[in-house]
């Protein structure tokens, strides 16, 4: 979301590099949304996939459709959800042509309508995954009832929903509950809450506590809050935004961190400003 017009705006040399450089650090998965850059960045990064020279076999790309979006690129008076078979279908179609690809490893649906069909959403899928065009199927922002609704027609394999040590509702609402129980993978955007994006009192009290563990753990806050997903039984898959490459390098080594039971309920005590109950 951020290597184009809504972050960094890479050229298609910078980006190719980028890639090349995660993929030799073994970050081999890119997360894409067909919105990204108004409808734009999908494009730019096929442009650069196929300037990288990467086997696309070594990679594996997601992407996201169902939010119609107010920009340049499409006519909309308002924005909403469209989750037709015709519109999900056109949709996954145009992400691959975008990303120059023949199929994607994983798509979702990008937040849950509440004029959702779960019938037309499994006919566009068999579709998609007949054809070749999608390995798997999933969704992003949805919570263990609304998949519940499309499972009624068709599996769901993964949900990409906010988790991070700010923003901890999922591990309280049977979302992550709904992960393992059902085997769904777990992915999680804005990983790090925000930590280094303004100051609150949430964040003073995190802070303090990453400081006293820095030292124990060898490790800087990314790190950190990284690893406080990690410890979530759910096997939570981080998905990392940064454009730096030192940054990205930092974030693959906080898998190897082992944070302690006490030093996790430590920074989650601080979140929540207040003992557990």
Known sequence: ?????????????????????CKDHGITTFDHADIYGGYGTEAEFGKALAHSG????????ISKCGIQYICEARENRVKHYDYSKKYIVWSAEQSLKNLQTDYLDLFLLHRPSPLIQPDEVAEAISQLTQSGKIREF???????SQIALIETAVPVMANQVEFSLASDGVMFDGTLDDCIIHNRKAMAWSPLGGYFRGENEQKSRIQEIIEELQPKYNANASQLLLAWIL??????????????????????????????LEDWF????????????
């Open 54 to 61: 990467i086997n696309r076999e070594a990679i594996q790309l």
């Open 1 to 21: 979301m951020t290597w184009g017009n809504w972050g960094k705006k890479m050229s298609t040399t910078e980006m190719a590099d980028f890639i090349n450089h």
């Open 266 to 277: 430590l920074l989650h005590t601080a979140s929540m400003g207040e003992k557990v109950p």
């Open 231 to 260: 410890k979530h039984p759910a096997q939570v898959h981080p998905v990392v935004g940064t454009t730096d490459p030192n940054r990205l390098v930092d974030s693959i080594q906080a898998t190897e961190i082992e944070l302690g």
């Open 138 to 144: 999933g969704v992003s922002n949805f919570t263990p």
